[in-house]
């Protein structure tokens, strides 16, 4: 007979499988979204979204905010929640300087690549997101909640401890 710790474990075991299968997959998904990113510079990016006075780290707390509010919404399954939280990932204002100079020079060009692939990759988490929601599917938007937040995750694990 197995028991409750067991049967934790195990679960336990699952889970961390299927989150470094889902890293994987979100990995694979942006590999293959670059000849899509190729088409923008990420200047031409940085230049399309609304100008702001606030840090880039202060931009990664508003898309965190973003992120808790999608979360919260699909657990007590308020479609306007997750709506205004995917549309805070989806709209957010550029940072006052350019998002690469927190990078060392030699870092720059790739920070570039993965800022445009990254920003693709949340649009169209955010915009699937807010779909998903409006149609009251909470399954489906706790799965793109999911990989949204390994996107995320990812991302951080590149980039995280290089800034300068």
């Known amino acids: 007979m197995i028991g409750r710790k067991n049967i934790l474990i195990l679960l336990l075991i699952f ?14 998904k942006q590999i293959l979204n670059v000849d899509t990113v190729q088409k923008k510079t990420a200047e031409e990016l940085v230049a399309s ?13 508003i898309l965190n905010s973003g992120s808790v509010m999608v979360h919260q ?21 550029a940072p006052k300087e350019n998002p690469w100079f927190i990078m060392h020079e030699s870092e720059q060009e790739n920070f570039k690549n993965s800022l445009l692939s990254y920003d693709i990759v949340l649009d169209n988490y955010a915009k699937k997101l807010a779909e998903e929601a409006n149609n009251e599917d909470w399954l489906k938007a706790s799965k793109t909640a999911h990989e949204l937040m390994n996107s995320c995750i990812v991302c ?4 995280r401890y290089k800034v300068e």
């Open 156 to 159: 951080h694990s590149l980039w």
């Open 73 to 93: 919404g699909i657990i007590i399954e308020n479609k306007q929640m997750v709506i205004e939280g995917a549309g805070l990932i989806l709209n957010h204002a």
């Open 15 to 28: 889970i961390g499988f299927n989150i470094s299968c889902s890293q994987k997959k979100a990995k694979e």
């Open 49 to 61: 979204k609304n100008t702001s006075d606030m840090s880039y780290k202060q931009l990664m707390n």
